[in-house]
T-cell receptor, first 115, second 112 residues
Framework: DTGVSQNPRHKITKRGQNVTFRCDPISEHNRLYWYRQTLGQGPEFLTYFQNEAQLEKSRLLSDRFSAERPKGSFSTLEIQRTEQGDSAMYLC?????????????FGPGTRLLVL | DAKTTQPNSMESNEEEPVHLPCNHSTISGTDYIHWYRQLPSQGPEYVIHGLTSNVNNRMASLAIAEDRKSSTLILHRATLRDAAVYYCILRDGDTGRRALTFGSGTRLQVQP
């Protein structure tokens, strides 16, 4: 399967710990997005990359959150000093720059539970 | 971003057509209408998008009102696999903002 993959699929951590999630986009997709989704709500945008450049960050992305895409391929999202409010599904999506309305392809998500 | 309004939930019977409405009265001339859906325990997946004309693909049809203030996603024959949350999203074709702004969507239940 050559879709977007995310690891781990589930993560349980204690409050105050750091966690890191990985996203592997579809090969040759130059845009990569991170979203967060809480129960019963639609996904909310966090940040996106075009190649290795981080082009936009949401106000939701507090200074405890950092995302990287060092070589323009996979990306990592790190949350430092986790809080219970960080519990959510973290979704990654990738797309290929074509026309202005490119399709985003989503991964299965990483579900984070902060105890 | 212009907002969309969708019913919270809808029900359908298997093998019957489903019409999922979306209101977007503040849509701008450069906004495209996108539909994504999210099956249980999965990430969202693209369904269809359009600007002014009605659109068809293998998954669904998109009917856009003449004034573009509303649109309808049409599933021609619902299957149990179509049970999902359907999101109607406006995306500016001009400013280059790339992120999708999801609302709460419509939860579609399909009865056998």
């Amino acid at each position: 399967d050559t879709g977007v993959s995310q690891n781990p699929r589930h993560k349980i951590t204690k409050r105050g710990q750091n966690v890191t999630f990985r996203c592997d986009p579809i090969s040759e997709h130059n845009r990569l997005y991170w979203y967060r989704q809480t129960l019963g709500q639609g996904p909310e945008f966090l940040t996106y990359f075009q190649n290795e450049a981080q082009l936009e960050k949401s106000r939701l992305l507090s200074d405890r959150f950092s995302a990287e895409r060092p070589k323009g391929s996979f990306s990592t999202l790190e949350i430092q000093r986790t809080e219970q409010g960080d519990s959510a599904m973290y979704l990654c999506a990738s797309s290929l720059i074509q026309a202005s309305q490119e399709t985003q392809y989503f991964g299965p998500g990483t579900r984070l539970l902060v105890l | 971003d212009a907002k969309t309004t969708q019913p919270n939930s809808m029900e359908s019977n298997e093998e019957e057509p489903v019409h999922l409405p979306c209101n977007h009265s503040t849509i701008s001339g450069t906004d495209y209408i996108h539909w994504y859906r999210q099956l249980p325990s999965q990430g969202p997946e693209y369904v269809i998008h359009g600007l002014t004309s009605n659109v068809n693909n293998r998954m669904a049809s998109l009917a856009i009102a003449e004034d573009r203030k509303s649109s309808t996603l049409i599933l021609h024959r619902a299957t149990l696999r179509d049970a999902a949350v359907y999101y109607c999203i406006l995306r500016d074709g001009d400013t280059g903002r790339r992120a999708l702004t999801f609302g709460s969507g419509t939860r579609l239940q399909v009865q056998p």
